[in-house]
């Protein structure tokens, strides 16, 4: 127990942690397929752009783990990791995550997802994770003991509240400056090309 009252404990302790979806080789889009496959492109700090998800087939004898709220995924290759809840947006779409995601559920009552998803996307949990991942020359690659081992501070549910009240009104701010300057450059270049035209 911190000072602050937080508790400090290890992600497995937290979450459940299993492989994204086992698609065999490529995910080929097929059109009229009921599942979306949430790969990296798809993902950013905002949350899943379901609209740029493939529509593939889901094979295997076993039920696929469908993606639900609260369900955070977490890239397991690649040279940014960062974690990405799935919110409401996800409304009755059947989804599942690729092969390089982990998969994260929630196992504790007093842990809100929103919270985890954003505790580890911090620097504690960042540098936890670039300090034990394997690195081959072009890319990085979390095993999943390591993410296992990944230290998680929990305050209080009011103050996780808090947090994430913080971080959402903070990621909306920053979704707002991304399209303002967006619009900015759109006017610019329209600008010289009239001058061009003229």
């Not at 508790?7 to 299993?18: C, E, G, M, N, R």
């Not at 899943?48 to 290759?77: N, Q």
Request: hydrophobic fraction near 40%; glycine fraction near 6%.
């Amino acid at each position: 127990m911190k000072p602050n009252g937080a508790q400090k404990t290890d992600l497995v302790a937290v979450a459940s942690i299993s492989a994204g979806h086992p698609f065999r080789g490529r995910i080929d889009p097929v059109s009229g397929a009921e599942t979306l496959v949430v790969q990296m492109r798809d993902t950013s700090p905002s949350g899943v752009d379901w609209t740029s998800c493939v529509r593939a087939e889901v094979a295997g004898r076993r039920e696929p783990d469908w993606l639900r709220p609260g369900d955070i995924l977490f890239p397991a290759r690649g040279n940014v990791s960062l974690a990405v809840l799935i919110n409401e947006s996800i409304g009755s779409l059947q989804a599942v995550a690729a092969p390089h995601f982990f998969l994260l559920r929630v196992s504790r009552s007093d842990v809100l997802p929103a919270y985890l998803a954003w505790w580890l996307n911090q620097e504690p949990a960042q540098r936890h994770l670039e300090q034990n991942a394997q690195s081959s020359t072009l890319v990085r690659n979390i095993a999943r003991p390591v993410l296992e081992a990944t230290p998680v501070l929990l305050p209080s549910l009011p103050r996780q509240e808090q947090i994430v009240g913080l971080a959402s009104a903070m990621q909306r701010e920053e979704d707002l400056l991304h399209r303002l300057r967006q619009t900015n450059q759109q006017i610019m270049t329209g600008l010289a090309r009239d001058l061009l035209a003229g």
